[in-house]
Nanobody, 119 residues
Framework: QVRLAESGGGLVQAGDSLRLSCAAFGRNMIVMSWFRQAPGKEQEFVAAINRNGDTAYADSVKGRFTISRSNANNVSYLQMSSLKPEDTAVYYC???????????????WGLGTQVTVSS
């Protein structure tokens, strides 16, 4: 059974940093990505990384967020710095085969972890 499990969410203040983790079980993911959904908004792409270390980022997080992964442990990380209140959302981990921002290309999803940034 394939499962993705996020961890590391929480309540922080603006300007703080936070690191999210996503562990994949049951399948070695070629691409691991992060999406987020803020209250009342559609889910949006945040970042993605493949097994070669190639990455993609949403413009809104470039220079502030860094995605990385451990292929050996099938874990991805999202290091978030200079957090803003508008980063508040439920963050979801996703697994797929293409390095893309299109959520439809990802077959596997975690349940999400809440990140709240206070001003």
């Amino acid at each position: 059974q394939v499962r993705l499990a996020e961890s590391g969410g929480g309540l922080v203040q603006a300007g703080d940093s936070l690191r999210l983790s996503c562990a994949a079980f049951g399948r070695n993911m070629i691409v691991m990505s992060w999406f987020r959904q803020a209250p009342g908004k559609e889910q949006e792409f945040v970042a993605a990384i493949n097994r070669n270390g190639d990455t993609a980022y949403a413009d809104s997080v470039k220079g502030r967020f860094t995605i990385s992964r451990s292929n050996a442990n099938n874990v991805s990380y999202l290091q978030m710095s200079s957090l803003k209140p508008e980063d508040t959302a439920v963050y979801y981990c996703a697994g797929g085969s293409l390095l893309t921002s299109r959520r439809g290309e990802y077959a596997y999803w975690g349940l999400g972890t809440q990140v709240t940034v206070s001003s």
